[in-house]
């Protein structure tokens, strides 16, 4: 809460400094918004940054770096994450952006190692160049220009390339994506709750540690010569791994952060919705034939 201005509810925003002035002799340890319904802690609307934790991103004193791996370590357990960041602690939207578009960044960087590795050690060791496969400068250019861009529709087999093609990863971004969306349509979270977009926006961010880890754990499968046959035939399970932590995530979000009120059953509407809208940006994506990169 910033220091010019009175208290508010933490979820929908309502000025409660009526509520506060009303007081003669003495401070209730709790209040309930009237507007929304949320019950909370005085002490945590009128010291909102008392509780925040040190490692959190988003309110740390020290270096991004510093505390980027310790954010993610700890958004990877939702319910030990959501037990320490409160409704209640400010939302800096502008370093959330940052952290979200630094959590896609690192996942394409995954991305790019792992195909340059399997471009190198698999499709010019296993797939053949005729008699001249290519050296040198030669080998590192064309492994950079395959890399760079490895993203296509496609389904690859074993030894095609690149692993990273085909709908699962697509499938995963896409959910992660319109699940906030679809928080929005709900009345239940945007009409009775009046929960602001700023603790969507929160909740994304932090859940699009999602991709870079699932990205991660794939990409080391494939690297495993053990274990890259089988990482390659199912695939689609680690797609179904970050879509059951993404419905944890957003569950514990519902009960947890914003306290809704039949968080369950918001979370299998929400997920639902998601679920359609990534099944049809997908069959569009198909029907217009998105090949990635050539």
């Given at each position: 809460?910033?220091?010019?201005?009175?208290?508010?509810?933490?979820?929908?925003?309502?000025?409660?400094?009526g509520?506060?002035e009303s007081?003669?002799?003495?401070?209730?340890?709790?209040?309930?918004?009237?507007?929304?319904g949320?019950?909370?802690?005085?002490?945590?609307?009128?010291s909102?940054?008392?509780s925040?934790?040190?490692?959190?991103?988003?309110h740390?004193?020290r270096?991004?770096?510093?505390?980027?791996?310790?954010?993610?370590?700890?958004?990877l357990?939702?319910?030990?994450?959501?037990?320490a960041?409160?409704?209640?602690?400010?939302?800096?939207a502008?370093?959330?952006?940052?952290?979200?578009?630094?959590?896609?960044?690192?996942?394409?960087?995954?991305?790019?190692?792992?195909?340059a590795?399997?471009?190198?050690?698999?499709?010019?060791?296993?797939m053949?160049?005729?008699?001249?496969?290519?050296?040198?400068?030669?080998?590192y250019?064309?492994?950079?220009?395959?890399?760079?861009?490895?993203?296509?529709?496609?389904?690859?087999?074993?030894?095609d390339?690149?692993?990273?093609?085909?709908?699962?990863?697509?499938?995963l971004?896409?959910?992660?994506?319109?699940?906030?969306?679809?928080?929005?349509?709900?009345?239940?979270?945007?009409?009775?709750?009046?929960v602001?977009f700023?603790?969507?926006?929160?909740?994304?961010?932090?859940?699009?540690?999602?991709?870079?880890?699932?990205?991660?754990?794939?990409?080391?499968?494939?690297?495993?010569?053990?274990?890259?046959?089988?990482?390659?035939?199912?695939?689609?399970?680690?797609?179904?791994g970050?879509?059951?932590?993404?419905?944890?995530w957003?569950?514990?979000?519902?009960?947890?952060?914003?306290?809704?009120?039949?968080?369950?059953?918001?979370?299998?509407?929400?997920?639902?919705?998601?679920?359609?809208?990534?099944?049809?940006?997908?069959?569009?994506?198909?029907?217009?034939?998105?090949?990635?990169r050539?």
């Amino acid at each position: 809460m910033p220091a010019d201005t009175g208290p508010s509810c933490p979820r929908c925003g309502y000025d409660l400094i009526g509520v506060v002035e009303s007081w003669k002799d003495s401070c209730p340890l709790k209040g309930v918004c009237s507007e929304c319904g949320l019950e909370f802690p005085w002490s945590n609307v009128l010291s909102p940054l008392r509780s925040v934790p040190r490692w959190l991103i988003e309110h740390s004193r020290r270096r991004a770096l510093e505390t980027f791996v310790p954010t993610v370590a700890w958004s990877l357990r939702p319910a030990r994450f959501w037990s320490a960041v409160r409704i209640e602690h400010p939302i800096h939207a502008r370093t959330l952006v940052v952290y979200a578009v630094s959590l896609v960044a690192l996942a394409h960087l995954v991305v790019f190692l792992a195909t340059a590795i399997n471009f190198r050690y698999t499709k010019v060791a296993f797939m053949g160049w005729g008699l001249r496969p290519p050296t040198g400068w030669s080998l590192y250019r064309a492994t950079f220009e395959a890399a760079a861009w490895p993203y296509s529709l496609d389904d690859p087999s074993y030894y095609d390339f690149p692993p990273f093609a085909g709908l699962w990863p697509w499938a995963l971004v896409c959910l992660t994506i319109l699940t906030p969306i679809a928080h929005m349509i709900l009345s239940d979270t945007f009409g009775l709750a009046r929960v602001r977009f700023e603790h969507l926006l929160r909740a994304w961010a932090y859940s699009m540690v999602v991709v870079p880890v699932t990205a991660a754990v794939f990409a080391v499968g494939c690297s495993i010569p053990d274990a890259s046959l089988a990482t390659m035939r199912w695939r689609w399970l680690f797609f179904l791994g970050g879509a059951i932590w993404l419905v944890r995530w957003w569950w514990v979000v519902s009960h947890r952060y914003l306290r809704l009120p039949q968080a369950g059953l918001a979370t299998i509407a929400v997920f639902s919705i998601s679920a359609l809208g990534s099944a049809a940006i997908l069959s569009l994506l198909e029907l217009i034939g998105f090949q990635g990169r050539a």
